[in-house]
């Protein structure tokens, strides 16, 4: 599976290669995509469109943050306690 990251003015941000949305609320998103974990920062944040099928994602609002991570991060404080 393809992965691809397109983001326009920083309002709207189209992702294919994605197998699952993991979390998610109006600051963040994380999903497992077929590169490992990207997590998504921002403000006002919501999924426009999720076709499972292709493994598109369409993400609108205020992105101020993309990273990257092998590892799951479904808390964002967890790193703090290793």
Do not use: C, Q
Request: glycine share 8%; hydrophobic share 35%; net charge negative.
């Amino acid at each position: 599976m393809s992965h691809d990251v397109r983001l326009t003015d920083r309002r709207e941000l189209e992702i294919t290669g994605v197998k699952r949305v993991e979390t998610f609320d109006v600051n963040a998103f994380e999903l497992a995509t077929s590169e490992g974990g990207l997590y998504i920062e921002g403000s006002a944040l919501h999924m426009k469109r999720f076709d499972v099928e292709s493994g598109t994602v369409l993400i609108e609002g205020r992105i101020t943050s993309l990273s990257y991570d092998d590892e799951k991060r479904r808390n964002p404080l967890g790193r703090l306690w290793k």
